[in-house]
C-alpha cells in the first residue's frame, strides 16, 4: 500500500521527528506500555491530493466543538499504542485525521485506520487554542517523565509555581530553555473533556503543565521543542532528587542569580 508519506519530504521529516522523540520517550523510561502520546498539526504540508483522499472511517466525535481546527490536518499517535514501535514504525503505530467541517469530528485518512490517541480531546482542544491564539505552536506532547510525576506526590509542590522556582533554581539552563515554568493541574481523569479544558486555561500562562500523578504536558512549535522542554525540567527534577539521596537539600541558584539569568537573556521575569 502506497504511505501518504511517499513524494511528501516535508510531511515526511516531520514525521520522521516525531518517531525520532517516540524513541529517546521509550529510552528516558517515560514511556510504559502505550504511555503518553503525540499530536501535530500538519495541515501546512496538505495539498490537493491530500485534501481529495477519501475517509477510511466514519467521523468520530471529538467530544467538543473546535471551530480553529475546520479542515485541519493532525498526526496523532493511535490509542493502545507503544512509543517504542512508534520509534521504528511511525505510520503503523498513528494515524493522519482530517477534523470535518461541523468542528465536532473528524476522519482517518491514512495510512492505516488506527484509532487516535484516548487523550485526543485535550490534544485537540489545545491546537484549537494556539490557534485561536494566533501560535506558532504546531506539536503537543503528553508523556509520564519519572522524577516529575514523584513530586507531585507531595503537597507542597502542587502549590502555585513552587515546582517551578525550585526546578528553575536547580541549573541556569532550565529557566533559560523552559521560560514560563511548570503549570499544575489537580488531578483530573484522563481523556477527559474536563481535564482538556484545565489544560487549555493552565497553558495561558506556560507551556508545560503537570497533571498531577500522571503526566506532563508539553506544545511548542514541533515535537523537538516540546520535548526538550519536558527534558530539561525533568534533568532540575533529577538534580534535586540526587541532592536529596545524597542526604542535604539542595541550596539552590540564589534570588540575585535568578534576576540575573531573566535580565541578560531577557527571560519573562
Ligand atoms: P493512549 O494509548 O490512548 O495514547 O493513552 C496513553 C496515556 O498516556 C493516557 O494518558
Ligand atoms: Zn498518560
Known sequence: MK??????????????????VAGYLWQKGWAERNGGNITVNIT????????????????????????????CYFFCKGTQKRMRDLARSPMENGSIIRIC??????????????????????????????????????ASLHTHPIELVAMTHNRKFLEKDVASNLLWSMIPETKAFCPRGLGMIPYTLPGSVGLAE??????????VVMWEKHGVFAVDVDIMAAFDQVDVLNKSAQIY??????GFEPEGMSAEQMREMSEVFNLPK
Open 3 to 20: 504511505s501518504i508519506l511517499e513524494c511528501r519530504p516535508l510531511l515526511e521529516a516531520e514525521i520522521n521527528k516525531v518517531a525520532e
Open 44 to 71: 501546512e504540508y496538505a495539498d490537493d491530493g491530500m485534501r481529495k483522499m477519501s475517509a477510511m472511517t466514519e467521523p468520530k466525535p471529538i467530544g467538543t466543538v473546535l471551530p480553529y481546527l475546520k479542515g
Open 101 to 138: 467541517d461541523d468542528c465536532a469530528n473528524y476522519v482517518i485518512i491514512a495510512d492505516e485506520p488506527v484509532m487516535p490517541t484516548s487523550e485526543l480531546p485535550s490534544h485537540l482542544s489545545v491546537h484549537n487554542e494556539m490557534l485561536g491564539r494566533g501560535k506558532l505552536y504546531r
Open 198 to 207: 484545565a489544560t487549555i486555561r493552565e497553558l495561558e500562562d506556560y507551556d
Open 241 to 246: 532528587i540526587a541532592s536529596r539521596n545524597m
